[in-house]
């Protein structure tokens, strides 16, 4: 009996001691990937912007709530032609390695960046930069070909961070962000300690771990038991029964990203704006948002979302499959037709449940459609051939305005200029007046003026319905009540800067 | 022996061959350009251009074979699309993972397999018996993945006994294991069912239950003996099938081996990495196959001459 | 497995048929095989007329509701039958019960029109439904808000179309490959040696992943590769027996009698080789059934909606925690056909080997 209760006790001081030791030292994220790559610029996809963006830093910031603060640099000024930017770089920063920042590793790192030779995917962001220059110690001057409004915005994006530059920094990443890199058991976890010369405020938490785990259920089931503190992209069919749970809530925050299937814009009959509009009114967009997605979406009401400059709501198409059937009949369709949606399989969000509605809600009025899935990157193969070679008629994609800027979410998406495989532009939507206003509205410096162009530009295209427009996305995270703190970016990205655990 | 040895040695080469033009010829039968897939998705016009250059896709099919299979003997089996890391660096790090579990799985099949099957093989044709061979039957007709899901609620998320996922500790071994080593374990309980049964009915056997020794040691000490010698053969073909079979478990698991990484590679259409790992765990097989048989020649010599 | 139904050896006579059939009806578990298999079968042929709902109708107001629910045996004026109330769900509030209206179930009601067997024939008669304007699920309903049951019943025919399919394509390769090899012997058969070793270098599912990574995803895929896979094994087969025939005493006695070998040969090698080419094509219709759900479990099978089982599987474990009943019932059809054809298959080789 004695010796019962003495193992207890016992027990009980290692749980107690373990769980502090636990509780002062390490967060634990469980996200669905491992990181392809930990080099800012050479992956493409929020799990792998998540781990660099705790290593390396960008020289301007994106806040949650969408305005752009000075970060790696402290300010910067424009020359009067918009073609000459100074910026000030901040003073006592180090990399993780000791390397003070100056000048010379944010020239090389730009430099290493546009470099046609390394062919980063985002090398667009900042192709408008001609040269990069060395002014003194902490400034350096970057010259633009053209005018170009959205610098600023770009300058946030994760893949632009400033590195350590001639090393290879999958395997020794070297930054200068709050976090340095410890391990990475591939396929696995992601281990970084805290940096102890970090310039701005240390993070309370020692370590940070990312873990990549793919089955839903099985990340779930890591933040009820305990084995993480954070599990992102949460089914909407698991909010009730997590939040359930005394220890977990689940965090629902909107996301810049808008899932949407467009339209080939050169394809019979998706070429008929009649036709795009009948489907736009034959889709129950708001049954969807709720009975698929459990309310945890935004139904669309403009190209771009929410938080992002630039957006103003320009309309909505509310479900009317009586309004469709006559769209098709003036079409020259009373019967409907016969076409193919091709859908992602768990790239976002209920992707495929909501094919299957849609297939359903398509039928309902007259048109038959073919749900075909590809894999990923098959699926980006196949969308990305030029107009007289594409075989696609309609496919979901999401955008994510991961800039927080329209430029980002409309030019890359609707200009003419755009047109895969060129381009973004994967639905060849082509209007001159949209393409002038899209073009003005990303040289001119006046924001009053952009929100205008671009309220103007999106209401041409909702209006001729380019896109089924259907919603944004949510990130829907399951944190651990004693995490406090995290961050959970509208860029799709998780944030530890000031985490603490209790 | 040694005339045997060499023997079989030899006739594993034109099957390593053979695997090695299958591999070779899944990016050329592939729809698409090959020097795309082996580019990536996301490469440019000059990269296709680079990588064409660089594994000669222009040439003929028997040059670019034999390039082929010199690149894959001097340990080059080129660069992942994905990760932009080398195939055999990743190889490195996620097959010993993948032995770790399959070895895992073995003990789990031998320890439990083998006394059900000895179990079963006393009273053929008792209740015992038939639970036994239909818990076999049911063992073998489950999807693995359901299994292995319906364990995660069970035991890790209703009971807390075991972690969800991952790969570190004994305790993190256990569900994989048992989850990968459940059909194993069925087959070997049959196994040992039908060979027990066949030396339980020899005469030696029979000779010494009539001179009265205890019916217990016999088993123990002559039947179970004899009767493990085929058993061994099925432990190496099921090593192979458990590296096959790791592909779903691991992908349950997130457990960091060869078989989740070929699925994800898969997905991602990176071929590279897909023609290593299906080639690695291929050849591992036909090697598996090879120490079993000359393990199996050294014990029954007789075999040696069939 | 080392106990394959090679070393199965029988005489072409005709007075073993009653004798293997009583042996295999003596043992039970082989009753149970064959009467799960033979249930299986008349799924598959009456499936639309059984299934009370086309397979791919959705009700997004109505999605993964659990069996039984709203479903009382007892009517509005207490009469007896299977009695039913409008269900719904709500992101917000859950599974909701209608109380205010009942309909009854009836059998052989007027639905949904169908047509089978390629348009062959069709009806609108389905063997029960409900009287009035509500659904009933007798197995619930999926994520999508898709009666469970008429999914299950329509998925019986893709399984067992694969099952077909991949033994066709073992029986079709495999036999004569085998048969060349045996019979013709040196180099040919050495070559076809080296090629069965080859294919059987990739153990398990390994060889249909290596096929659907090379030639795509989807269901006509997966049936050739798990047929494929299952080629070695035909030809081992039969390869086997033509040896053991080929020398025996009774061939070369007709050989000098002035009658041709082969026609001999095939004389006494089919009957010899049919018995385990029927046992193996029971065990492989149960590997094609799991492997098609492994390939759909990956992402690498069939594509949605179609029902097949290892799919339903797949997509329902992201709903195990709270709809568990969503991922049980695909996965019971499958222990359940899969468990049967590997007991016809036991049944049948111990039936047909006397020596066992």
Known sequence: ?502 | MLQYTLRRVLIAIPSILGVMIIVFAMVRLAPGDPAQLLAGEFADAETIELIRERFGLNDSMPRQFTRFVTGVFQGDLGESTRTKRLVTSDLATFFPNTLELALGAIVVALVFGIPAGILASLRPNSPIDLAVMLGALIGVSMPVFWFGLLAILIFSVQLGWFPVAGRGTLRHLVLPALTLGLSSMAIIARMTRSSMLEVLNQDFVRTARAKGLFWRAIVLKHALRNALVPVVTVIGLQFGALLAGAVITETVFTWPGIGSLLVVSILARDYPVVQGAVLLIAVSFIAVNLIVDLVYGFIDPRIRYD | MTDSPATVAIQGEAKRTPRWRRRLFRNPLAVFGVTVISFFLVVVALAPFLAPYPPTQQSLRATYIPPGVGVSFRGPEGQFGIWVNPVTRSPVGGVRVDDSEAYPVRLLVRGDPWTWMFGLIGSDLRLFGVDGPVRFYALGTDEQGRDLLSRLIHGAWISLFIGLISIAIGIGVGVPAGAISGFLGGTTDMIVQRVIDTLLAFPGILLAIVLVATFGTGLGNVMIAVGVASVPIYARLVRGSVLQVKNREYVEAAAALGRRRLPTLFHHVIPNVMAPIIVQSSLQMATAILFAAGLGFLGLGARPPQPEWGLMLARGREYLAVAPHVATFPGLAIVFVVLGFNLLGDALRDALDPRM
Do not use: C
């Open chain 1, 1 to 502: 009996m004695f010796r019962g209760s003495l193992r207890t006790l016992s027990l009980l001081l290692i749980t107690g001691v373990l769980s502090w030791s636990f509780a002062q030292g390490t967060l634990i994220i469980a996200q669905g990937t491992d990181p392809t790559n930990l080099d800012p610029s050479l992956s493409t996809d929020s799990p792998s912007a998540t781990v660099s963006s705790h290593i390396f830093e960008t020289l301007f910031e994106l806040t949650p709530e969408g305005t752009i603060e000075p970060w790696l640099a402290s300010g910067y000024t424009v020359s009067a032609d918009g073609l000459t930017w100074t910026f000030d770089i901040r003073q006592g920063v180090t990399f993780h390695d000791g390397t003070p920042l100056t000048a010379n590793e944010v020239k090389a790192s730009l430099d290493r960046f546009i470099d046609p030779d390394n062919a980063y995917t985002f090398r667009f962001l900042l192709t408008r930069i001609s040269e990069v220059n060395v002014l003194d110690t902490y400034t350096v001057e970057v010259k633009l070909a053209s005018q170009f409004a959205p610098l600023l915005a770009h300058l946030t994006h994760s893949s632009t961070a400033i590195v350590m530059t001639g090393l290879d920094l999958d395997e020794t990443p070297v930054g200068t962000g709050p976090f340095e890199f410890v391990s990475w058991e591939r396929g696995q976890r992601v281990d970084l300690k805290r940096y102890e010369g970090y310039w701005a405020e240390k993070p309370g938490i020692e370590g940070l771990r990312f873990l990549a785990v793919p089955e839903s259920t099985t990340r779930m089931a890591l933040v009820e038991t305990g084995e993480a503190h954070v599990s992102v992209r949460v089914p909407p069919q698991d909010i009730a029964r997590l939040n359930a749970n005394p220890n977990v809530t689940v965090e629902n925050v909107s996301s810049v990203r808008t899932i949407y299937i467009y339209f080939n814009n050169t394809m019979e009959p998706m070429n008929d704006p009649r036709v795009r509009q009948a489907i736009n009114y034959a889709v129950n967009k708001e049954d969807i948002a709720e009975f698929v997605l459990g309310g945890a979406v935004r139904v669309s009401d403009a190209p771009v979302s929410p938080g992002v400059f630039g957006y103003t709501p320009v309309g909505n198409y509310d479900y009317d499959p009586e309004r469709a059937r006559a769209l098709l009949a003036e079409a020259g369709y009373p019967d409907g037709f016969s076409t193919t949606l091709y859908s992602p399989n768990g790239r976002y969000l209920q992707d495929i449940q909501i094919s299957e509605a849609i297939q359903s809600q398509l039928a309902e009025v007259g048109i038959d459609a073919t749900i075909e899935t590809l894999e990923w990157a098959a699926y980006l193969a196949k969308t990305n051939v030029p107009a007289e070679e594409n075989e696609v008629p309609l496919a979901m994609l999401g955008w994510g305005t991961v800039t927080g800027d329209a430029d980002y979410g409309l030019f890359a998406l609707f200009h003419t200029s755009q047109h895969v495989p060129d381009g973004s532009n994967r639905s060849f939507y082509s209007n001159s007046v949209v393409d002038a206003l899209l073009d003005e509205a990303r040289s001119n410096p006046d924001p009053a003026v952009r929100e205008q162009l671009y309220a103007d530009a999106m209401q041409i295209i909702w209006d001729e319905a380019a896109w089924l427009f259907l919603h944004s996305e949510t990130q829907l995270v399951a944190v651990r009540d004693n995490v406090e703190g995290l961050v959970i970016h509208p860029t799709e990205r998780y944030l530890a800067h000031k985490v603490s655990l209790r």
